[in-house]
């Protein structure tokens, strides 16, 4: 998918809804796509290195100990936590079908945050609602 | 070819060139490689040892088809010049009497039963397994910016004094783009480069993202203010004028555009894999280079399209570990010769019943054969993170060397075994370091070992600590005859 058409696909999702298209083009440019395979890791419960990824088409299951705990689709982002505190996944991220993703590199989480203060904002929104999620959950 | 040849696996191979070494009749532009062959190094060419330092040569299993690029080179630099990259080429093809229908150009893929046919300007040709190594090689120029059609590509660059006293702009700031520029630095008035992200150079990435230091100059000309501009913005339009171009560009940080008077623009804005109509059958495709999306084994993703494999610089597409976010270097000689080996031997196990050869080995073989492989293993060394040597532990085999496999296929299970797997590892800032890997009961443990300044991790320190790491899976009792 040529820059331009990945930077129109992610329009619709909450994490960059508040770009302008020179914005999203840059986003698009920065991050890289990937495609996996039916089954396929995308991160590896307690492999280091990993990165920020974003789901751009396709599902993939949220693993832990060899369980599905929940789905994550086009939209939602994963790695997030392991970028942040530099620590290995807790879970495997396994592709449900052929799964399409933008990826950050570990590396490049920092920089691109703090350089996209809307960006990391959306970001904690969504953290805040995982707290809460869970919150409810154990409550 | 080589490979199956080696393992006997019947295979006929086809060529639309007309001689070894097609690409580097034509490129790259500036006549010298990117990729180094140094000639001193304390081992011969031909050795495996050697290919640490060989980014150029293929690799074949014997010492006459090894290291063949410094025999070529006159010496005068360590980056082979496109004449003498080519002639490696040839001299490998010669000694090694490979076979192949040159000028045989593949113009449509079909599928029947379990079959593909492939038909060519030679006839057509049915094999239920195809490996295509057809490069990336197109030209590719985004559609979507208005009027860049007009621009020239960076194939079409005329010769370099046309280019004297010219405003020049460049779409694109990756090594193409910088190449160009570092080229027309003695004659371009000015010289702008201009794509939506910042510029990375590989000194700082310790890694091959980025721009490769032969071509920085134009970068430090930008920062010492000598007449080429650096811009991190959008191509809006390209539009002919009467003197040369408009080209319209907006940067992520300015509510508002930009128009550059230029006499030129030129697109280094990257090539595409001419990978047909293998879309139709299923083949996926992704990326700028419109690759096509593979399983840790290169082979093509979509159930459909099983037997289709891919080889060279088009295993780019198949992302292995990717662990912090550096790829592979399976884009260039030196990563993807290692690459045809495993998956030559993937092929001739999987599908004509030939099996791998692996060795057993003693209890304290292990460890030595680790270090030497994390000190010298051109695999590991080439392709970090991403291809492994590995060792089976298992207690009816007992330890065996599994040579060199995917890292991903290993970590996840794709062995069938237990076992431990080493490798080399950067992580974008430091100097690179040994990596071991544990793999027991379905799960791995990893074990990072110590960064040496002179690259030598056969220490007694990564001595005492791989054998820590193996303690708990290594026994005597393991060993074989």
Same mark, same amino acid.
């Given at each position: ?7 129109d696909?992610?329009?619709?999702f909450?994490?960059?809804a ?7 083009e840059?986003v ?12 396929e890791k995308?991160l590896?419960?307690?492999?280091s290195?990993?990165?920020l990824?974003?789901v751009?088409?396709g599902?993939?299951?949220i ?6 705990r929940?789905?994550l689709?086009a939209?939602d ?8 505190l ?6 495997d991220?396994?592709a449900?079908g052929?799964?399409?993703c ?8 920092e ?5 996209n ?5 959306r ?5 805040a609602?995982k707290v ?8 | 070819?080589y ?25 790259p ?6 990729s ?5 190094? =304390?081992?011969? %060419?031909?050795? @495996?040892?050697y ?5 150029? *040569?293929?690799?074949?299993d014997?010492?006459? +088809?090894?290291?063949?690029?410094a025999g070529?080179?006159d ?11 080519q002639?490696?080429l040839e ?5 090694t009497?490979l076979?192949?229908r040159?000028g ?6 079909s599928k029947?039963?379990?079959?593909y046919?492939?038909?060519t300007?030679?006839?057509d ?5 195809v ?10 120029s ?8 007009q621009?020239s590509?960076y194939?079409?660059?005329g ?16 090594n193409?783009g910088?190449e160009?520029?570092? =080229?027309?630095? %003695?004659w371009? @008035?000015?010289?702008?480069l201009?794509?939506?992200? *910042? ?6 990435? +310790?890694s091959?993202?980025?721009v ?10 930008s ?14 339009e390209?539009?002919?004028?009467e003197?040369g ?8 940080d300015?509510?508002?555009?930009r ?17 047909q109509d293998?879309d ?6 992704f990326?700028?280079?419109?690759l ?10 979509d159930?459909?399209?099983?037997g289709?494999?891919f ?12 662990k912090?976010?550096? %790829? ?7 990563g ?14 999987t599908?004509f019943?030939?099996p791998?050869?692996?060795?057993p ?11 030497h ?10 392709q ?21 496999m ?19 590892e950067?992580n ?9 890997y ?6 791995f443990?990893e074990h990072?070992?110590?960064v040496?300044?002179f690259?030598?991790?056969?220490t007694?320190?990564?001595q005492?600590e791989?054998g ?5 899976v290594?026994s005597?009792?393991?060993?074989r005859p």
């Amino acid at each position: 998918m040529a820059v331009e058409e990945l930077a129109d696909a992610i329009a619709g999702f909450t994490l960059f809804a508040d770009l302008s298209t020179p914005q999203r083009e840059h986003v698009v440019d920065v991050f890289t796509e990937q495609w996996f395979a039916d089954g396929e890791k995308v991160l590896r419960q307690g492999l280091s290195g990993s990165g920020l990824y974003i789901v751009i088409d396709g599902s993939a299951a949220i693993r832990i100990d060899g369980v599905d705990r929940a789905t994550l689709r086009a939209g939602d982002f994963f790695g997030e936590i392991s970028c942040l505190l530099s620590e290995p996944p807790t879970a495997d991220i396994v592709a449900i079908g052929p799964l399409r993703c933008l990826v950050l590199a570990l590396s490049q989480v920092e920089g691109f945050l703090k350089s996209n203060p809307l960006v990391m904002y959306r970001l904690l929104q969504g953290e805040a609602r995982k707290v809460r999620t869970t919150t409810k959950w154990l409550s | 070819m080589y490979s199956l040849t080696r393992l006997g696996v019947d295979h006929a191979a086809l060529s639309a060139d007309d001689a070894p070494g097609g690409m580097f009749r034509k490129w790259p532009l500036f006549q010298r490689m990117l990729s180094w062959t140094k000639p001193y190094t =304390g081992f011969e %060419p031909g050795t @495996r040892d050697y290919e640490r330092f060989d980014w150029n *040569s293929l690799s074949g299993d014997e010492p006459a +088809h090894r290291g063949l690029m410094a025999g070529v080179m006159d010496g005068t630099s360590y980056f082979p010049s496109r004449p003498e990259m080519q002639r490696g080429l040839e001299l490998f093809a010669e000694r090694t009497r490979l076979k192949f229908r040159y000028g045989c150009r593949w113009e449509s893929t079909s599928k029947e039963d379990r079959d593909y046919i492939l038909t060519t300007t030679d006839g057509d040709y049915r094999a239920p397994l195809v490996v295509f190594a057809v490069g990336v090689s197109e030209p590719w120029s985004p559609p979507s910016i208005p009027g860049i059609e007009q621009a020239s590509h960076y194939g079409e660059l005329g010769p370099t004094e046309s280019y004297a006293d010219k405003r020049i702009f460049i779409i694109g700031k990756q090594n193409s783009g910088f190449e160009i520029a570092s =080229g027309l630095l %003695p004659w371009a @008035r000015r010289i702008i480069l201009a794509s939506p992200s *910042s510029t990375q150079l590989s000194v700082n990435t +310790h890694s091959l993202v980025g721009v490769r230091a032969r071509y920085v100059q134009p970068y430090e000309d930008s920062v010492l203010a000598g007449g080429v501009v650096i811009l991190d913005a959008s191509i809006e339009e390209v539009a002919r004028t009467e003197h040369g171009f408009d080209v319209r560009t907006r940067s992520r940080d300015e509510d508002h555009s930009r128009i550059h008077q230029v006499d030129t623009v030129i697109a280094a804005t990257g090539f595409t894999s001419p990978l047909q109509d293998l879309d139709r059958l299923g083949v996926m495709r992704f990326g700028q280079s419109k690759l096509p999306a593979q399983s840790h084994l290169w082979e093509s993703i979509d159930e459909k399209t099983r037997g289709i494999f891919f080889a060279g610089t088009i295993n780019q597409g198949s992302k292995g570990v990717m662990k912090h976010g550096i %790829p592979s270097n399976s884009g260039a000689v030196q990563g993807y010769r290692y690459n045809a080996k495993v998956l030559a031997q993937h092929i001739a196990e999987t599908y004509f019943g030939k099996p791998h050869p692996t060795r057993p080995l003693q209890a304290g073989e292990v460890i030595p054969l680790f270090l030497h492989e994390a000190r010298f293993g051109p695999e590991l060394w080439h392709q970090r993170s991403y291809l492994a040597r590995v060792v089976s532990i298992d207690p009816d085999r007992g330890l065996r060397d599994e040579g060199i496999m995917p890292l991903a296929h290993f970590l996840d299970g794709g062995t069938g075994y237990d076992g431990a797997a080493i490798t080399l590892e950067s992580n974008g800032h430091d100097d690179l370091y040994p990596r071991l890997y544990v793999r027991r009961h379905g799960k791995f443990d990893e074990h990072v070992l110590p960064v040496d300044p002179f690259l030598n991790f056969e220490t007694e320190r990564h001595q005492s600590e791989i054998g820590a790491a193996l303690s708990p899976v290594l026994s005597e009792s393991l060993s074989r005859p």
